[in-house]
């Protein structure tokens, strides 16, 4: 058994795509996932599968919600370690107030030529810094105000994206450390 963290992205947001979290945690379970907890309205969940392919983790929850729900989400699939491992090396960690820190998960690895084109950007009160895996955010004025989202991201990057902040991070590492 292998503990993961689904990320599904625009699930609740604006009277969008909207999802109970019990619902959801039953069409999850449907499924054959194990231990099966959600975090916050957002769409943050932890599991348990055997299942080894992320990928074949991913369709089967997003089949699941289109037949349960009427709806498309994408959806990102990680393991304890590579969260713990994008907190770790997290580059303004020593800088900025927590409530000031986000992280664009990247479903797959930018190419070089949008990076190095989106790295030539600039932002008034924001910076940023771009892995395979992630996109780490300062927003010294809150994401709420930033121009740089997870939509700019997607789009410039011309890669699928989810972000959370840096206290749903934590809590979904402490999650699925708990369900070991």
Do not use: W
Request: charged letters at 30%; one cysteine or more; glycine letters at 6%.
């Amino acid at each position: 058994m292998h503990n993961y963290i689904a990320l599904l992205r625009g699930i609740n947001v604006g009277g969008q795509k909207k999802i109970k979290m019990a619902d959801l945690r039953e069409t999850l379970i449907k499924t054959g996932l194990n231990q099966v907890e959600t975090y916050i309205q957002s769409g943050n969940v932890v599991f348990g599968s055997g299942e080894l392919n992320k990928r074949v983790l991913e369709d089967q929850i997003q089949k699941a919600i289109l037949v349960d729900f009427g709806f498309e989400v994408p959806i990102l699939v990680v393991l304890e370690e590579e969260i713990k491992k994008i907190l770790e090396n997290n580059p303004f960690a020593q800088e900025a107030e927590e409530n000031k820190l986000y992280f664009v998960l990247l479903k797959d690895p930018p190419k070089k030529e949008p990076v190095r084109e989106f790295n030539e950007l600039h932002f008034d009160h924001e910076d940023f810094h771009i892995t395979d895996t992630c996109v780490y955010l300062l927003c010294k004025n809150g994401y709420g105000n930033a121009k740089l989202n997870n939509n700019l991201l997607e789009r410039k990057l011309e890669v699928e994206a989810t972000t959370r902040n840096l206290k749903t991070m934590q809590k979904l590492l402490d999650m699925v450390q708990k369900g070991r």
